[in-house]
């Protein structure tokens, strides 16, 4: 099916003429006025307040605009592939396609928390009310085959990506109410009214080549080479091994100052291995050249000193400026055994962090106390403010006490493995819950059966906690077993929510805005394949959701996100874990990086081969 006759399905509104994609495009010249209700162009915009770069910066501060370019750099992936499409679910798709291969409307800076400037869409134009976003593209966007970036490939992308593309595209591009080309370089898009950051999520929308897929094809697993219009092409592959990417000497965007001092090596390969174990190994013998690091224990031992030819393996801890995230044992609500509050908080009671933290992590990791942890979007020790008490005064019972007063903490040990005071705290909340320790065994005493469940596990890389953990709950007769499947089936068995717990981790950004329903909302709790791990069904939740994605200040946006936090901790939907306080990267020195780290910490596309310095 040919790209205008897909495209002739589409309804393009301009004011109140609805104008057909048929046969023939529509020029600027046939299409009908559009009402100017829109601000001058811009170069970007902020979720919040205004753009830090002026519209004539000449690189981001996070970069070295004068980086050399060459060389190539080894990445080590745990697992396999079996796709070159990530647009869709199916499959397992290659590292590193969206990051180097598709490129999205608008680029975002990493220096502040939101805010996206012009890339295939030089300027925008937005109302004071985000009703709408008009995107102009750049003349000189090209896909790397050479085919120009036009309007058709933006519709296109977003047609397709809304009835066909991952759950979370659905979600959002389903958001818009009309679509207009008004030229070959211009499209409008209108938007549901209340919801501030829809017009940046339509800037981060990928966009695809309209002259090569079909709305068939997209739909497709494949292991073709796909076109694209990043930096890199795809030289080689070796399905489930490796991937290779080359800089295109031919892409379009090499000198914008949105991406001058990026994107420096030659090459990029991505090699992929079945077993961590395997991967470090191959890092010390400089087969890989830079490895980021999540495990203390590795982090503190695992390295040791090496050298080859003239570089040497070193570990450095980066500073990051977004927020930890939640990293978690989930409670899956949905399950009868979890579905009283006081049954999560009492075993939120009998994780003993500080001697899990000194045994098995060599004292590295920091608890997580908010689900925006080290930001200040954080509650821990901040007590409700006045603009947080106006959003939850319809909800009087969401909020504990303590947390609304920013007095609460999680549970504390002494570290010696014998945590009786949260013990016997357990045992009253689960009394209170309508179970009685019999024989050693917790037991309902209107069903008469032992509390018991299972923590599910795609792997063994953390059993060594969910056996510490389950020894705990053992103590005061909870039954709690772990479970260790193989990927393929612990990945359906969380697309349908088919566990009892599971330990998963919520990244944040310092501007959470839709992805929180994918994780948190009512509507979509027993929707398959979502983020809302736990099942949180409370309508306290979806209103502040729904209050942070209206905010118009920093300020009220601020007090939502908070709120949001608070109402979440009351509810005990999960057994916060630990984080990291820093971002840790092992690397090769014949890497380079430049002098200041973004917000965002390490960036692999901003540093640059040594070699590649005396050329």
């Given at each position: 099916?040919?790209?205008?006759?897909?495209?002739?399905?589409?309804?393009?509104?301009?004011?109140?003429?609805?104008?057909?994609?048929?046969?023939?495009?529509?020029?600027?010249?046939?299409?009908?006025?559009?009402?100017?209700?829109?601000?001058?162009?811009?170069?970007?915009?902020?979720?919040?307040?205004?753009?830090?770069?002026?519209?004539?910066?000449?690189n981001?501060?996070?970069?070295?605009p004068?980086?050399?370019?060459?060389?190539?750099?080894?990445?080590?992936?745990?697992?396999?592939?079996d796709?070159?499409?990530?647009?869709?679910?199916?499959?397992?798709?290659?590292?590193?396609?969206?990051?180097?291969?598709?490129?999205?409307?608008?680029?975002?800076?990493?220096?502040?928390?939101?805010?996206?400037?012009?890339?295939?869409?030089?300027?925008?134009?937005?109302?004071?009310?985000?009703?709408?976003?008009?995107?102009?593209?750049?003349?000189?966007?090209?896909?790397?085959?050479?085919?120009?970036?036009?309007?058709?490939?933006?519709?296109?992308?977003?047609?397709?990506?809304?009835?066909?593309?991952?759950?979370?595209?659905?979600?959002?591009?389903?958001k818009?109410?009309?679509?207009i080309?008004?030229?070959?370089?211009?499209?409008?898009?209108?938007?549901?009214?209340g919801?501030?950051?829809?017009?940046?999520?339509?800037?981060?929308?990928?966009?695809?080549?309209?002259?090569?897929?079909?709305?068939?094809?997209?739909?497709?697993?494949?292991?073709?080479?796909?076109?694209g219009?990043?930096?890199?092409?795809?030289?080689?592959?070796?399905?489930?091994?490796?991937?290779?990417?080359?800089?295109?000497?031919?892409?379009?965007?090499?000198?914008?100052?949105?991406?001058?001092?990026?994107?420096?090596?030659?090459?990029?390969?991505?090699?992929?291995?079945?077993?961590?174990?395997?991967?470090?190994?191959?890092?010390?013998?400089?087969?890989?050249?830079?490895?980021?690091e999540?495990?203390?224990?590795?982090?503190?031992?695992?390295?040791?000193?090496?050298?080859?030819?003239?570089?040497?393996?070193?570990?450095q801890?980066?500073?990051?400026?977004?927020?930890?995230?939640?990293?978690?044992?989930?409670?899956?609500?949905?399950?009868?055994?979890?579905?009283?509050?006081?049954?999560?908080?009492?075993?939120?009671?009998?994780?003993?962090?500080?001697?899990?933290?000194?045994?098995?992590?060599?004292?590295?990791?920091?608890?997580?106390?908010?689900?925006?942890?080290?930001?200040?979007?954080?509650?821990?020790?901040?007590?409700?403010?006045?603009?947080?008490?106006?959003?939850?005064?319809?909800?009087?019972?969401?909020?504990?006490?303590?947390?609304?007063?920013?007095?609460?903490?999680?549970?504390?040990?002494d570290?010696?493995?014998r945590?009786?005071?949260?013990?016997?705290?357990a045992?009253?909340?689960?009394?209170?819950?309508?179970?009685?320790?019999?024989?050693?065994?917790?037991?309902?005493?209107?069903?008469?059966?032992?509390?018991?469940?299972?923590?599910?596990?795609?792997?063994?890389?953390?059993e060594?906690?969910?056996?510490?953990?389950?020894?705990?709950?053992?103590?005061?007769?909870?039954?709690?077993?772990?479970?260790?499947?193989?990927?393929?089936?612990?990945?359906?068995?969380?697309?349908?929510?088919?566990?009892d717990?599971?330990?998963?981790?919520?990244?944040?950004?310092?501007?959470?805005?839709?992805?929180?329903?994918?994780?948190?909302?009512?509507?979509?709790?027993?929707?398959?394949?979502?983020?809302?791990?736990?099942?949180?069904?409370?309508?306290?939740?979806?209103?502040?959701?729904?209050?942070?994605?209206?905010?118009?200040?920093?300020?009220?946006?601020?007090?939502?996100?908070?709120?949001?936090?608070?109402v979440?901790?009351?509810?005990?939907?999960?057994?916060?874990?630990?984080?990291?306080?820093?971002?840790?990267?092992?690397?090769?020195?014949?890497?380079?990086?430049?002098?200041?780290?973004?917000?965002?910490?390490?960036?692999?596309?901003t540093?640059?081969?040594?070699?590649?310095?005396?050329?």
């Amino acid at each position: 099916m040919g790209l205008q006759n897909r495209l002739g399905r589409l309804a393009l509104t301009a004011v109140t003429a609805i104008i057909l994609l048929q046969s023939k495009p529509i020029s600027a010249e046939t299409a009908p006025a559009v009402e100017d209700t829109l601000r001058a162009p811009q170069h970007a915009i902020a979720m919040h307040g205004e753009p830090l770069l002026p519209a004539d910066f000449s690189n981001p501060g996070y970069v070295n605009p004068n980086a050399p370019q060459g060389g190539i750099v080894h990445i080590g992936i745990l697992g396999s592939f079996d796709t070159l499409n990530p647009m869709i679910i199916k499959g397992q798709p290659a590292a590193g396609l969206r990051d180097f291969l598709y490129e999205s409307l608008l680029i975002r800076g990493l220096d502040e928390p939101f805010t996206l400037y012009g890339h295939i869409a030089e300027r925008i134009e937005v109302p004071e009310d985000r009703s709408a976003i008009t995107f102009h593209l750049h003349p000189k966007a090209r896909f790397s085959d050479g085919h120009p970036i036009d309007a058709d490939d933006v519709l296109f992308s977003w047609m397709t990506l809304r009835d066909h593309g991952r759950p979370n595209h659905r979600a959002y591009y389903k958001k818009v109410n009309k679509a207009i080309r008004l030229s070959d370089r211009s499209v409008r898009f209108e938007l549901e009214p209340g919801d501030r950051e829809l017009p940046l999520i339509m800037g981060l929308m990928p966009v695809l080549p309209s002259h090569l897929l079909d709305e068939e094809s997209f739909q497709k697993t494949t292991l073709e080479a796909p076109v694209g219009s990043g930096p890199y092409i795809i030289e080689r592959i070796d399905p489930g091994r490796s991937l290779t990417y080359k800089r295109d000497p031919n892409w379009w965007a090499n000198d914008l100052p949105a991406t001058r001092g990026r994107f420096n090596f030659d090459q990029v390969k991505y090699q992929y291995y079945r077993d961590d174990a395997a991967m470090l190994e191959a890092f010390k013998s400089g087969k890989i050249d830079l490895r980021v690091e999540d495990d203390p224990g590795r982090w503190a031992e695992g390295y040791g000193k090496h050298t080859k030819k003239d570089s040497k393996l070193v570990r450095q801890e980066f500073d990051i400026g977004l927020p930890a995230g939640m990293n978690a044992l989930a409670f899956n609500t949905r399950r009868e055994i979890f579905a009283a509050p006081r049954v999560r908080e009492a075993i939120i009671h009998l994780l003993d962090f500080k001697w899990i933290n000194q045994n098995l992590y060599h004292g590295l990791y920091e608890r997580t106390q908010s689900f925006f942890e080290r930001s200040k979007l954080s509650t821990f020790q901040r007590p409700a403010d006045a603009r947080e008490k106006a959003l939850l005064k319809d909800f009087p019972d969401a909020v504990s006490p303590e947390i609304m007063a920013g007095t609460y903490k999680m549970p504390e040990t002494d570290g010696s493995g014998r945590n009786r005071r949260n013990w016997r705290k357990a045992i009253k909340l689960l009394g209170e819950a309508g179970y009685e320790l019999k024989d050693g065994r917790l037991i309902n005493t209107a069903t008469g059966k032992q509390l018991a469940f299972e923590i599910l596990a795609g792997s063994t890389r953390n059993e060594r906690l969910f056996l510490a953990f389950s020894r705990d709950l053992a103590k005061i007769g909870i039954d709690a077993r772990v479970r260790i499947v193989d990927s393929a089936q612990y990945q359906s068995r969380i697309k349908t929510y088919d566990y009892d717990m599971i330990q998963t981790r919520w990244p944040s950004s310092l501007s959470p805005g839709n992805e929180q329903i994918f994780r948190w909302s009512s509507e979509l709790a027993d929707r398959e394949g979502t983020f809302n791990f736990a099942g949180v069904k409370n309508p306290a939740v979806d209103a502040m959701i729904k209050a942070m994605l209206a905010a118009r200040d920093t300020e009220d946006f601020v007090a939502a996100v908070r709120a949001l936090d608070r109402v979440l901790l009351s509810g005990h939907y999960v057994v916060p874990l630990f984080h990291l306080p820093k971002q840790w990267i092992g690397y090769w020195t014949r890497l380079r990086q430049p002098e200041k780290t973004s917000l965002f910490g390490y960036q692999l596309d901003t540093w640059w081969d040594a070699a590649a310095e005396s050329r």
